[in-house]
T-cell receptor
Framework: GENVEQHPSTLSVQEGDSAVIKCTYS??????FPWYKQELGKRPQLIID?????GEKKDQRIAVTLNKTAKHFSLHITETQPEDSAVYFC???????????????FGQGTILTVHP | GAVVSQHPSRVICKSGTSVKIECRSL??????MFWYRQFPKKSLMLMAT?????????EQGVEKDKFLINHASLTLSTLTVTSAHPEDSSFYIC???????????????FGPGTRLTVT
């Protein structure tokens, strides 16, 4: 099955700095890579996702890059703000076809703290 | 956006009793729902895939007789923790795909979670 490794486990930055979180995956058939933000006691919220036919995607201060050859993808947050503080999870999934349709395998999570 | 609800949000039960958690897709039909378990400061671990009208598919290491899943309609899946023990205490979260035009959306919509405490 799929295995997703996420680093770092904790990340502390000053407000305005950039934050980068990296993930690697093992299943070359995975083709969908979402990133989630989870605040304490709440549901994961999708912040950005990327499909395997795209190398990079950006949405305002958030961007994701994907290297299919190396099987890794990264989340980039620029101009960080204190409200960005949360736990971030990467995930990988194989969608469309096969018995593992839609299953998300999550990384271990990164606790991001943005200091004012 | 799609909305997934869970009930109850919090439940405390005594060891040996059973607890049922409901997951509902409020504004769309979901043929597939997923149940996750999350320990404090840990990641989400997939427990099982709930399929409407058929048996759930459990992940390796998850006891199907302990975690009973029923997906009787296109908007409701239930997880019953049977003979609960303190080690079953956890945050349980469900999610669902929204089917659109025969092509499923890639996005999973998560429920708000249920905090189970077994005393």
């Amino acid at each position: 099955g799929e295995n997703v490794e996420q680093h770092p486990s904790t990340l502390s930055v000053q407000e305005g700095d950039s934050a980068v979180i990296k993930c690697t995956y093992s299943d070359s058939a995975s083709n969908y890579f979402p990133w989630y933000k989870q605040e304490l006691g709440k549901r994961p919220q999708l912040i950005i996702d990327i499909r395997s036919n795209v190398g990079e995607k950006k949405d305002q201060r958030i961007a994701v890059t994907l290297n299919k050859t190396a099987k890794h993808f990264s989340l980039h947050i620029t101009e960080t703000q204190p409200e960005d503080s949360a736990v971030y999870f990467c995930a990988a999934s194989r969608v469309a076809g096969g018995t593992s349709y839609g299953k998300l395998t999550f990384g271990q999570g990164t606790i991001l703290t943005v200091h004012p | 956006g799609a909305v997934v609800s869970q009930h109850p949000s919090r439940v405390i039960c005594k060891s040996g009793t059973s607890v049922k958690i409901e997951c509902r897709s409020l504004d769309f039909q979901a043929t597939t729902m997923f149940w996750y378990r999350q320990f404090p400061k840990k990641s989400l671990m997939l427990m099982a895939t709930s399929n409407e009208g058929s048996k759930a598919t459990y992940e390796q290491g998850v006891e199907k007789d302990k975690f009973l899943i029923n997906h009787a309609s296109l908007t409701l899946s239930t997880l019953t923790v049977t003979s609960a023990h303190p080690e079953d205490s956890s945050f349980y979260i469900c999610s669902a795909y929204k089917q659109r035009n025969r092509v499923s959306s890639y996005e999973q919509y998560f429920g708000p979670g249920t905090r189970l405490t077994v005393t």
